[in-house]
C-alpha cells in the first residue's frame, strides 16, 4: 500500500510540472535569432527584442554577481548553514526566471493574431502553458519602448 501511494506521488510530481509549466520564449537566451525566425518578427519586434535583451541581461547581470558573492562569502560549515545558503541562492535564481518572464510576455505583447496563435500551437505541443501578453508598453517596467 506504501509502494502503490509512493508510486503514484512519483507520477503525480512527474508529470504535473510539464503540464503546469510556463511557455517562456527565452528572451535574453542564445535563441534570439530563432525567435525573430519562428515568429516572423517585424522590423519594429525586432527593436524592441534587442533592447529588451539588452536590459534583461543589464537586470540579471547584477543578480548573478549577487549570486556569486553568496556563494563566495556565505557561511557552509553545518548543515543549517548550507540550507539558509540554498533558500537565498534559490530566491535569487527565482528573481532572474521573473525578469525574464517578464520580458517575454513584453514581447508577447507585440504580437499580432498569427504570430500569439503560433506560440500558442507551440506550447501545446510541448504540454507548456502559454502566457498572457503584457500590455506592450511593457507594464510599467520601466524600460523604454
Not at 512527474?14 to 516572423?40: M, N, R, Y
Not at 554577481?65 to 553568496?70: K, S, T, V
Not at 535569487?92 to 503560433?118: C, H, V, W
Request: proline share 3%; net charge negative.
Amino acid at each position: 500500500m506504501i509502494r502503490r501511494f509512493l508510486t503514484t506521488l512519483l507520477l503525480t510530481f512527474c508529470l504535473f510540472p510539464a503540464v503546469s509549466q510556463e511557455c517562456a520564449l527565452g528572451v535574453g537566451g542564445k535563441d534570439t535569432e530563432l525567435i525573430v525566425l519562428v515568429f516572423q518578427l517585424n522590423d519594429a519586434q525586432q527593436e524592441k527584442l534587442n533592447r529588451w535583451t539588452e536590459a534583461l541581461e543589464t537586470e540579471n547581470a547584477e543578480l548573478q554577481a549577487r549570486a556569486r558573492d553568496l556563494l563566495n562569502t556565505h557561511p557552509q560549515e553545518t548543515t543549517e548553514e548550507v540550507e539558509v545558503l540554498g533558500t537565498k541562492y534559490r530566491e535569487i535564481k527565482e528573481m532572474m526566471l521573473a525578469n525574464s518572464l517578464r520580458y517575454d510576455r513584453m514581447l508577447l505583447g507585440t504580437f499580432n493574431e498569427l504570430q500569439y496563435q503560433r506560440y500558442v500551437e507551440l506550447c501545446q505541443e510541448v504540454m507548456r502553458a502559454p502566457m498572457a501578453p503584457a500590455a506592450e508598453s511593457g507594464g510599467g517596467s520601466g524600460v523604454p519602448e
